[in-house]
Structure formats: structure tokens, C-alpha cells
Nanobody, 124 residues
Framework: QVQLEESGGGSAQAGGSLRLSCVAS????????MNWFRQAPGKEREFVAT????????DYADSVKGRFTISRDNGKNALYLEMNDLKPEDTGVYYC?????????????????WGKGTLVTVSS
């Protein structure tokens, strides 16, 4: 089992920045891809960003490309999401997830483990 704990959520003004962190513990294996998903109020959970185990391949949802950056530090079992130029539509609960594959993955169904989430609120 792997436990994931997100942090760094909070409130920001439109145009501002936040940095999310996720630390993995337990039976970790840094070869697996890791992801960020988010869920806005009243909406389904959606893919945000993914990074492979080596950290040299990433992919993003079109809505965040050019504004968000995903990264990882395998030595610290940590995953990060740098969010810049935030928009009100970025509001939601952000979840860290470990994929069932070493390669980038965008579907929630391919995730093995999930964190409990951290809330991001962006006001206009």
C-alpha cells in the first residue's frame, strides 16, 4: 500500500500562483508515473498533469498547458505542481495519484493510489 498526502492548497487571486506538493509513503516505487487530477464543485474529476517515473516525460490537460508545471523528486518521494496565472476555473480539490504504469497516463482508471486531496480556491 502507498499513502499519498497533498499539501499547498489554499486561496489565491486570479493571476496568482500556488505550489502543490504530494509526499508518498509506504510501499513506494518511484518507477511508476504520478499524476495530478482535480475536481471542481459539481463536476467530475479531471486529469491535470502526469509525469513518468524518470521525470523526463510529462503531459498536461489543454486547459493548464503553459501555466502549470509538474515535477517530481524521487529522492524525497515527492510530486509537485507549480501553478501560475491561476484562473477562477482552476478552483477545485486537487488529488495526487500513482499510476499503474511507468509511463505517462491520463485516465483516472489507470491510477492505483489516490491522496485525499487539497483544496484550491481562485477568486477573480
Amino acid at each position: 500500500q502507498v499513502q499519498l498526502e497533498e499539501s499547498g492548497g489554499g486561496s489565491a487571486q486570479a493571476g496568482g500562483s500556488l505550489r502543490l506538493s504530494c509526499v508518498a509513503s509506504g510501499d513506494t516505487d518511484n518507477r511508476y508515473a504520478m499524476n495530478w487530477f482535480r475536481q471542481a464543485p459539481g463536476k467530475e474529476r479531471e486529469f491535470v498533469a502526469t509525469i513518468n517515473g524518470l521525470g523526463d516525460s510529462t503531459d498536461y490537460a489543454d486547459s493548464v498547458k503553459g501555466r502549470f508545471t509538474i515535477s517530481r523528486d524521487n529522492g524525497k518521494n515527492a510530486l509537485y505542481l507549480e501553478m501560475n496565472d491561476l484562473k477562477p476555473e482552476d478552483t477545485g480539490v486537487y488529488y495526487c495519484a500513482v499510476a499503474a504504469t511507468y509511463f505517462i497516463a491520463t485516465r483516472a482508471a489507470t491510477m492505483n493510489y489516490w491522496g485525499k486531496g487539497t483544496l484550491v480556491t481562485v477568486s477573480s
